[in-house]
């Protein structure tokens, strides 16, 4: 019985998907930011524009990454 997940993979692969997902999650942060900032009509589009365009870029990096982890091979 296994009492600890084992470490995950430290491929190249793997790395860039981390590294990608962690510039997503800056850039999240940036754009809820501008966000609730702004108060001219046409950046406040902009914003949710750039915030909708992030968070589906997000979701794509955490489905990849979750689909690479369950395509490992168990050791």
Same mark, same amino acid.
């Given at each position: 019985? /296994? *009492?600890? @997940? +084992?470490?995950?993979?430290?491929?190249?692969? !793997? =790395?860039? *998907?981390? %590294?990608?997902?962690? $510039? =997503? =999650?800056?850039?999240? $942060?940036?754009?809820?930011?501008? *966000?609730?900032?702004?108060?001219?009509?046409?950046?406040?589009?902009? !914003?949710? &524009? $750039? *915030?909708? +365009?992030? $968070?589906? /870029? !997000? @979701?794509?990096?955490?489905? +990849?990454? @979750? +689909? &690479? %982890?369950?395509?490992?091979?168990? =050791?």
């Amino acid at each position: 019985m /296994r *009492l600890f @997940k +084992s470490a995950p993979p430290r491929d190249e692969h !793997y =790395t860039l *998907l981390m %590294k990608d997902l962690h $510039q =997503t =999650t800056v850039a999240l $942060q940036d754009a809820y930011s501008n *966000l609730s900032n702004a108060v001219d009509p046409d950046l406040i589009d902009c !914003y949710i &524009y $750039q *915030l909708n +365009s992030v $968070q589906m /870029r !997000y @979701k794509f990096l955490l489905a +990849s990454l @979750k +689909s &690479y %982890k369950a395509d490992m091979p168990v =050791t």
